[in-house]
């Protein structure tokens, strides 16, 4: 059996983007939720610590960081017409990068084979100097410069199954070679970047692989993807540490979106 870790905290439940906003606090509440209910030999909980301005800074500008900062006090800030902050946005979006760093620290030293962070506000629409798509703070891309620059690793995937393309994270990373950064993502959609073209340039040309999907695709259509491009060029790759930004807004019911993949085609 897996040792397997779960990093949460009831703080996420803190960030508010508005009554009406589909990123609302009781998503993730009934994560923990369902996550609290499970019974298995080998599961482990950890209690999410908040990002240091350090790491935060790995991929983010000094200034940027100011600018979160300062919504902290004020009631509400709009960074655009999507991405709106709380007095306590900020405080949560350093708690939901540490809490995907304290699950990879997990899995890299031993402590867990695999980790899944159940984390509040996203990240990986968030860019170097800018907020947008509900996300400040670019999790994943945070957790895989820590994992090269601190602990000295050259080769880190990151896989990206969201509904919308994460292009924060390949902006990131557009001309690394240290990351190779593969996504799946309806097209064309928000935010309208992840086209096949999209490969990479200087040393990262060809580490950014792109699988743009017309609306309705599914279960079959998915796996397919992976089993013939996406898993072949990771082999190829040899990551020695992976993370998956795992959106469920492909899910035939998720009303953002339009497509068709099941909760059997998650578990493939």
């Known amino acids: 059996m897996h040792k397997t870790a779960i990093v949460?905290?009831?703080?996420?439940?803190?960030?508010?983007?508005?009554?009406?906003?589909?990123?609302?606090?009781?998503?993730?509440?009934?994560?923990?939720?369902?996550?609290?209910?499970?019974?298995?030999?080998?599961?482990?909980?950890?209690?999410?610590?908040?990002?240091?301005?350090?790491?935060?800074?790995?991929?983010?500008?000094?200034?940027?960081?100011?600018?979160?900062?300062?919504?902290?006090?004020?009631?509400?800030f709009?960074?655009?017409?999507?991405?709106?902050?709380?007095?306590?946005s900020y405080r949560t979006a350093l708690l939901s990068a540490g809490g995907v760093l304290t699950a990879v620290e997990a899995v890299f030293d031993g402590a867990a084979e695999n980790a899944f962070a159940i984390v509040r506000p996203p990240g990986h629409h968030a860019l170097p100097g800018r907020a947008m798509?509900?996300?400040?703070?670019?999790?994943?891309?945070?957790?895989?410069?820590?994992?090269?620059?601190?602990?000295?690793?050259?080769?880190?995937?990151?896989?990206?199954?969201?509904?919308?393309?994460?292009?924060?994270?390949?902006?990131?990373?557009?001309?690394?070679?240290?990351?190779?950064?593969?996504?799946?993502?309806?097209?064309?959609?928000?935010?309208?970047?992840?086209?096949?073209q999209e490969v990479g340039a200087g040393e990262g040309l060809g580490y950014t692989v792109n699988a743009?999907?017309?609306?309705?695709?599914?279960?079959?259509e998915y796996l397919r993807i992976f089993d013939e491009l996406i898993i072949p060029i990771g082999r190829a790759f040899k990551p020695e540490f992976i993370l998956v930004s795992a959106g469920f807004d492909c899910h035939w019911r998720d009303p953002l979106g339009e497509m068709q993949v099941t909760e059997h085609g998650f578990a493939q």
Request: glycine share 6%.
């Open 8 to 76: 949460t905290d009831r703080s996420y439940l803190k960030h508010f983007a508005g009554r009406s906003h589909p990123e609302r606090p009781e998503r993730i509440e009934v994560m923990i939720e369902m996550a609290e209910s499970l019974k298995r030999e080998g599961l482990q909980f950890l209690a999410a610590r908040e990002a240091s301005l350090e790491q935060i800074a790995l991929c983010h500008r000094p200034e940027y960081i100011d600018a979160v900062e300062r919504t902290s006090h004020l009631d509400r």
């Open 78 to 88: 709009d960074f655009d017409p999507d991405t709106h902050t709380s007095r306590d």
């Open 133 to 196: 798509g509900f996300c400040f703070f670019n999790n994943v891309a945070i957790a895989a410069e820590w994992l090269i620059r601190h602990k000295g690793l050259k080769r880190v995937m990151v896989i990206d199954w969201d509904l919308h393309h994460g292009n924060g994270t390949q902006d990131m990373f557009y001309d690394s070679c240290d990351v190779l950064y593969a996504s799946t993502h309806q097209f064309p959609h928000y935010p309208g970047t992840g086209s096949m």
């Open 212 to 220: 743009p999907m017309p609306a309705e695709y599914g279960d079959s």
